[in-house]
C-alpha cells in the first residue's frame, strides 16, 4: 500500500531496522560516504560498506521543476525520487525475475521538485559469493572474437524469456540495455539458458502499467537490440530473439505482425545514430584517460609492458575495422581487457562502409587513438604518419579546451565558503570534502617538501592516492593587489598541464585547484596534482658519475627542448629541481610559469631565456656544462650561451 504524497516514509529491513531504529533515518543517509559511482545535481550513487557488508546507496534530493515540467511537456512522467525504483524492485520479484534486493527505503517532502528519498540495496556481487560481469562488458568483444554459439544462443533465449515476463506483468523499463544486465562469472560457459540467471538492475525510470503499453515495450525491445549491435549479433539473432519473446513459430509471428519487428529496428538505428552524436559530445569533453587506461599503464609499466600495450591496442582495433567498425577514441576508457585479451567497446563506434576513403578513415582512427601516447611512440612501425597523429592531438586539444573549467563528465566545478574549485570527478570520499572544506587544516597532517614565502608543498595521502598539494601563499598587502586580478599560477598551471599531457608530454595529472576569491578579484589558491615516482635530479645528479647515465638524462632534456621548439612553448623555469627522471621519460613540474607565445619572436625569446636558465644548472660542473652546451647545439642552437 503506497502512501499519499508529501506523507514522510520510511521502510527498514535488517540490519538497517536494528541499527537505526531511533534514528533518523534521512540523517544517517546523509551521512553516508563511500565509493562514488555518480555524482549529478539532485542524485548520488555510491557504494558502502556497513555493519560488515556492502550496499548501494542511491540518493536523491530533488530535481527541480525544469526536469519536472521539461519531462511533462515531452509526455513522459516525471521520476523524482527513488520511490519509482523501490516499487519496480517488488513488482519485478512478485513475477519472477531477478533483480535487486531493497533493504531500506525512504520519502519525505511533498513537493515533486525537491522531495528527498533514498534506497538502499544489498552488494549482488556479495550476494552470489563470486564477480559479476554487466552484458555489455561482456558483449564488447564478441565483434573481436566471436563467442561460441551455444552459449550466444542461450543468453539469447534467456534474456528473450525475461523481456517476455517483465512486459507480460506490464512492466517496462525504460533504459532496457545489455549493460542493466549482471550474469555471475562462473555462468559465462554455461549452454543452457535454465542455467544462466541475468540480474536485472537499475529500475530507476521503470513504468508499472503505464498508458500506451505497447510503445514503451517496443521501445525496450529497441533499446535492447541497439545495444546488441555493438555486440555483433544480425538480423537472424533479433528473428530468433522474437521466436521466443512472443513465444510461437516465426512463420506465423511474420505473419500476423509483419511490422513489428521492422520498427524494433527502425528505433534501434535512429538510437544508433543519436548515440554517435552524443558520443562525439562526450569525447569532446575527455580531458585526460583514466588511471586504468592503456596510458596510465604505459607509463607506470615495465619496458616490456610499454612495448606490449601499443601493440595489442593496434591489433584491437584492426580487429574492430575488419568487422566494419570505426571506435570512438573516448579518452581510452573503452579500451579494456577479457579473458586476456584487449578488446574496445564499441558504443556509438560509426560505420566504416559509411566512409568515403576507408583506408583514410582506418588511418585516422588509429591515429586518434595512438595519439595519447608519448611523442616518443610516434616513429614505431605499423603507425600512422607523424604529421597524421600531431594532427590528431592539436584537434583533439581544440575540443577540449573550452572544457578545462566547466562542469563536464571528467571536470566538476564547485564554490562556497568564498572559495571556487575545479576538481576531477572521480575524486571522492571524505578526505577530499575535508580539503574542500579546510585545505590548510589538511596540509598540517602531510609531509612538508617546501616551505617558502610564496609557495608552500607538501606531499600527502588523500582517499589512498599519494598526492602533492602546493599553496600560493601573498607576501604582502602590495602582492596581494597586483595579483588579485589575474588568474591565479593554479589557475594557469591547470591549463598548461592539461595541455602539455594532450600533446604527449609527461607532468603529474592536475587533480584540482581551488582559490580562495572575493568577488572577482582572487586571493591565496592551492593546486593538488598526483605525486610521481623517481629519480630526483636535483639530489642526484651531484653523484651521477656514471657516463651512460649522464647522457641519457641530457637525452631526455633534449627531447623536451625540441618538444618546446616544435610545439612553440616555453618552460619558463628550466631549474634542475623542476623535472624528475622517471624510466618512462622526463616527468615535468612546475609549469606556473609556462608560456605559449602567439609569434616567432615571442617565442624565441622565451626559449634563449629557458637555454640560459638551464645551462646555469651545470655552473659546478665542468663535464656536464660541457655535454649539455653539446646537446643544445645538436638540436640547431646557434645563439651564443651564457651562465
Known amino acids: 500500500m503506497r502512501p499519499q504524497d508529501g506523507q514522510p516514509w520510511v521502510s527498514l529491513a535488517q540490519p538497517f531496522e536494528q541499527e537505526w531504529r531511533g534514528r533518523d533515518a534521512f540523517s544517517m543517509v546523509r551521512a553516508l560516504d563511500g565509493e562514488m559511482y555518480r555524482d549529478v545535481p539532485g542524485r548520488r550513487t555510491l557504494r558502502f560498506s556497513a555493519f560488515g557488508r556492502s550496499w548501494f546507496l542511491k540518493h536523491h534530493t530533488g530535481v527541480g521543476w525544469k526536469a519536472v515540467l521539461g519531462d511533462w511537456f515531452r509526455g513522459r512522467r516525471p521520476v523524482t525520487g527513488a520511490d519509482n525504483e523501490w516499487h519496480a524492485i517488488r513488482a519485478l520479484r512478485a513475477a519472477g525475475i531477478d533483480t535487486m534486493t531493497a533493504v531500506a527505503f525512504g520519502r519525505r517532502g511533498g513537493n515533486p521538485a525537491g522531495r528527498e528519498s533514498f534506497l538502499i540495496t544489498a552488494d549482488l556481487e556479495e550476494q552470489a559469493g563470486e564477480p559479476m560481469v554487466d552484458l555489455e562488458t561482456l558483449c564488447a568483444g564478441w565483434v573481436q572474437k566471436p563467442p561460441p554459439v551455444a552459449f550466444k544462443r542461450a543468453l539469447l533465449r534467456r534474456l528473450a524469456q525475461i523481456s517476455r515476463a517483465l512486459h507480460g506483468v506490464g512492466i517496462t523499463h525504460r533504459d532496457y540495455y545489455l549493460c542493466h544486465f549482471l550474469l555471475p562469472r562462473s555462468q ?50 533479433l528473428l530468433r530473439f522474437l521466436r521466443v519473446y512472443h513465444d510461437r513459430p516465426l512463420r506465423q509471428l511474420l505473419r500476423r505482425q509483419p511490422h513489428s519487428w521492422q520498427r524494433i529496428e527502425h528505433r534501434a538505428d535512429a538510437m544508433l545514430r543519436r548515440e554517435q552524436i552524443r558520443q562525439q559530445r562526450v569525447r569532446a569533453q575527455c580531458l585526460l584517460p583514466p588511471p586504468g587506461s592503456p596510458v596510465g599503464q604505459w607509463w607506470r609499466g615495465s619496458a616490456e609492458q610499454r612495448d606490449q600495450i601499443p601493440r595489442s591496442l593496434r591489433t584491437a582495433l584492426g580487429r574492430c575495422h575488419d568487422a566494419g567498425w570505426l571506435p570512438v577514441d573516448r579518452a581510452l576508457s573503452d579500451v579494456r581487457e577479457v579473458d586476456a585479451r584487449t578488446v574496445i567497446e564499441l558504443t556509438g563506434a560509426g560505420r566504416l562502409r559509411d566512409t568515403l576513403a576507408p583506408d583514410k578513415a582506418r588511418q585516422a582512427n588509429l591515429a586518434a587513438f595512438l595519439s595519447w601516447f608519448p611523442e616518443s611512440l610516434d616513429t614505431r612501425p605499423d603507425t600512422p604518419p607523424p604529421a597524421m597523429l600531431q594532427a590528431a592531438r592539436h584537434d583533439r586539444w581544440r575540443r577540449i579546451s573550452p572544457n578545462l573549467y566547466r562542469d563536464s563528465i571528467q571536470v566538476r566545478r564547485w564554490s562556497g565558503g568564498g572559495r571556487q574549485a575545479v576538481y576531477k570527478r572521480r575524486l571522492g570520499g571524505p578526505d577530499w570534502n575535508s580539503f574542500l572544506r579546510d585545505p590548510d587544516a589538511v596540509m598540517r597532517g602531510g609531509h612538508m617538501l617546501k616551505d617558502g614565502d610564496t609557495t608552500t608543498v607538501v606531499q600527502l595521502t588523500l582517499a589512498g592516492q599519494e598526492c602533492v598539494v602546493k599553496r600560493y601563499n601573498l607576501t604582502g598587502t602590495m602582492h596581494a593587489l597586483k595579483r588579485a586580478p589575474r588568474a591565479s599560477r593554479a589557475w594557469r598551471h591547470w591549463y598548461h598541464a592539461h595541455r602539455l599531457l594532450t600533446l604527449g608530454a609527461w607532468t603529474p595529472e592536475p587533480l584540482l585547484i581551488m582559490e580562495r576569491r572575493i568577488g572577482p578579484l582572487r586571493r591565496q589558491a592551492w593546486l593538488v596534482t598526483e605525486a610521481v615516482p623517481g629519480r630526483d635530479l636535483l639530489r642526484d645528479f651531484d653523484t651521477m658519475q656514471d657516463v651512460c647515465a ?12 625540441r618538444f618546446m621548439r616544435r610545439h612553440g612553448v616555453n618552460h619558463g623555469d628550466m631549474k634542475i629541481s623542476n623535472f624528475i627522471d622517471h624510466p618512462a621519460g622526463l616527468v615535468v613540474l612546475d609549469l606556473d610559469g609556462m608560456r605559449w607565445p602567439a609569434t616567432q619572436s615571442g617565442f624565441e625569446r622565451g626559449d634563449l631565456r629557458d637555454r640560459r636558465r638551464f645551462m646555469r644548472n651545470w655552473r659546478e660542473q665542468p663535464d656536464w656544462h660541457a655535454e649539455a652546451q653539446s646537446m643544445l647545439a645538436d638540436i640547431n642552437v646557434t645563439d651564443t650561451l651564457t651562465d
Do not use: C, M
Request: charged residues 30%.
Open 188 to 237: 559465462l560457459s554455461e549452454k543452457d539458458s535454465r542455467n544462466l540467471t541475468p540480474v536485472l538492475i537499475d529500475l530507476h525510470r521503470a513504468l508499472l502499467q503505464p498508458p500506451r503499453l505497447r510503445r514503451w515495450v517496443e521501445k525496450d525491445l529497441a533499446s535492447l537490440w541497439f545495444s546488441a549491435r555493438y555486440a555483433g549479433l544480425t538480423s537472424r539473432d
Open 550 to 561: 649522464r647522457q641519457r638524462v641530457l637525452e631526455r632534456f633534449g627531447e623536451w627542448f
